[in-house]
């Protein structure tokens, strides 16, 4: 039979592993729309819709392999908002043996209006800001999250 003290231990580990937060990789395409809207987007669900349950993964940093960002991926749940159909993001996380809790692609979540017209727009982060297309992604990607969140009871 196992000690209190061993039967403790393994709930502290438990508790320390168990998810308190929803990573979100959002496509880092600089040069197009696609990838603007998705970080503005991703950037209101951690500071307006879920703060201090949600947590940007910087991809870049993420694929050159740094620790803190590949280890995060490997213990938390992570939804991916890719920019367009190449799904860069989606495919990386998968490239290292994780699937995405939800993975979004813009080309499909929005109609093909929406998506022509998002493609069309301005490249830089800050015109998108007050974008009604920015709160119905950012809103979309806060129910996926809160959905997990939930799931994990952690809200």
């Given at each position: 039979m196992k000690s209190l003290t061993d039967q403790m231990e393994k709930k502290v580990k438990i508790k320390m592993f168990k998810p308190k937060f929803i990573g979100l990789l959002s496509c880092s395409g600089e040069d197009f729309p696609g990838g603007s809207i998705s970080r503005v987007a991703t950037r209101k669900?951690?500071?307006?819709f879920l703060p201090g349950m949600t947590t940007a993964i910087c991809v870049p940093?993420?694929?050159?392999?740094n620790e803190q960002e590949t280890k995060f991926v490997k213990n938390f749940p992570c939804i991916t908002i890719d920019g367009c159909e190449k799904a860069c993001v989606k495919k990386s996380l998968e490239a290292?043996?994780?699937k995405p809790v939800e993975s979004i692609n813009l080309s499909e979540f929005f109609s093909k209006d929406e998506y022509k017209q998002i493609m069309s727009g301005p490249i830089h982060d800050l015109d998108w800001n007050d974008n009604p297309l920015t709160l119905k992604l950012a809103e979309h990607i806060a129910i996926l999250s809160a959905k997990h969140l939930k799931e994990m009871n952690m809200i």
């Open positions: 669900v951690l500071t307006e940093l993420f694929l050159n392999g290292m043996g994780k």
